[in-house]
């Protein structure tokens, strides 16, 4: 099957060669010619312009758009009007589930199809393949399945749940969630999921690395909480071997357990990094959802705002509670 990949960057690039792997081929376009150059010379069809991207496509047309959400509209006005009725955009980048109803149904008017698709798998998925959660409807989807079926992982080795009578697609790594927007929906939520299941992760660790503070002379002064048993912390413990030990037979394993033990095993204290963590919007559109549907979701409400405090976005009230520490009790900072 043919399809025209549009974006080019760290999952792009790798899902056009997991496709032509799995026997289909692909078109490609990027902003930036040397992304294109790099996949014509692994045998790819490139494109220079998105005019020159769409002719080179049979109708009807396959085009999947993988580029950051805020690029999507932009992307969509350039490919939009060359498009005919019959044709499908696939969005598979983090869009907004709000803003592919708007999609779809400017599409529609067209006779044209959308479909999101909420992909994970990061930079792992050319070999390991991508988790995918669908949105559209049913003709567009079935027709892109092999598509979806390339991409992939398969089962890889993991049975189907007990008692999970009717697993479908899904054990093969792709699901078709719902209508429009269901894909992303599904795609925001098992982001945060995954923010607090990295921020879990992080604060152990942090525990860890300071059980040793027991060794460490503290200030006797108004400013410093004492340690009332520095005997109670004195390991040092080897963060590395810890994570190692808990991808076997641990009830904690998971992949990113797995990623966690390879960035500590190269580098306990983690000096390439400054800790400064981003967030691209999922965090925040759950926590949105979660208020609109009034259901709780405290962890992932506080590993978002620890994102936000990683930026330094609580700079602010940090410096206004140590002026009203000042202010009553005439306590200075101190300073490291």
Known sequence: MQIGMIGLGRMG?????????GGHSCVVFDRSPDAVAALQSEGMDGASSVEEFVRKLNTPRSIWIMVPAAAVD???????PLLQAGDTVIDGGNSYYHDDLTRAAQLSAMGCHYVDVGVSGGVWGLERGYCLMIGGDDEAVHRLEP??????????????????????????????????????????VHNAIEYGMMAAYAEGFNILKHANSGHEDRA?????????????YQYDMNLAAIAELWRRGSVIPSW?????????????????????VSDSG???????????????AHVIAASLFSRFSSRGEDDFQNKLLSALRFQFGGHKEKHV
């Open 13 to 21: 690039a790798n899902m056009a060669r997991r496709l032509v792997q």
């Open 74 to 80: 932009a992307t969509l006005a350039a490919v939009t």
């Open 147 to 188: 598509i979806f079926r390339a991409l992939a992982p398969g089962q890889s080795g993991i049975p189907v749940t007990p008692g999970h009578t009717n697993a479908g697609t899904a054990a093969e790594g792709y699901l078709h969630c719902g209508p429009s927007g269901a894909g992303h929906f599904v795609k925001m």
């Open 220 to 232: 006797v002064d108004a400013e410093t909480t004492p340690l009332r048993h520095p005997e109670h």
């Open 256 to 276: 990113l357990l797995d990623l966690c033990a390879q960035s500590l095993a190269g580098d306990q204290d983690l000096t390439e990094f400054s800790g400064r």
């Open 282 to 296: 999922e965090g925040r559109w759950t926590l949105a959802a979660a208020n609109d549907l009034a259901v709780p």
